[in-house]
Nanobody
Framework: QVHLVESGGGSVQAGGSLRLACKVS????????LGWLRQLPGKEREGVSS???????AYGDSVKGRFILSRDNEKATLYLQMDRLEPDDTGMYTC???????????????????WGQGTQVTVAS
């Protein structure tokens, strides 16, 4: 059984910071990506950031320059450092794991098989 458990959400003022953590337990077969997605009020779920097995990190356009993704393999934990938070960042943040997708000679993250329960982030203006 694969389990993803998030922590670190909460309420902050605009401009503040939060650090999310996602503890991964259980065995995931094959090469896999880890990532954070979020669902903002009234909007579809969107990718925030992901990391490939090779360590290639991608960010959504709205968080580039403000969020930093990192991974501690020894602790089997994925982190998302979120700085300069804005009210538009308010939403449910969920950790996910999934297979690498190979296409046109490249490898991508974006297919998610395992999900955490999510952690709420609220940014007050």
């Amino acid at each position: 059984q694969v389990h993803l458990v998030e922590s670190g959400g909460g309420s902050v003022q605009a401009g503040g910071s939060l650090r999310l953590a996602c503890k991964v337990s259980g065995h995931i077969e094959g090469d896999h990506c880890l990532g954070w997605l979020r669902q903002l009020p009234g909007k579809e779920r969107e990718g925030v950031s992901s990391i490939s097995p090779e360590g290639v990190i991608a960010y959504g356009d709205s968080v580039k320059g403000r969020f930093i993704l990192s991974r501690d393999n020894e602790k089997a934990t994925l982190y998302l450092q979120m700085d300069r938070l804005e009210p538009d960042d308010t939403g449910m943040y969920t950790c996910a794991a999934g297979p690498v997708v190979a296409a046109a000679g490249q490898r991508f993250c974006g297919v998610w098989s395992y999900w955490g329960q999510g952690t709420q982030v609220t940014v007050a203006s």
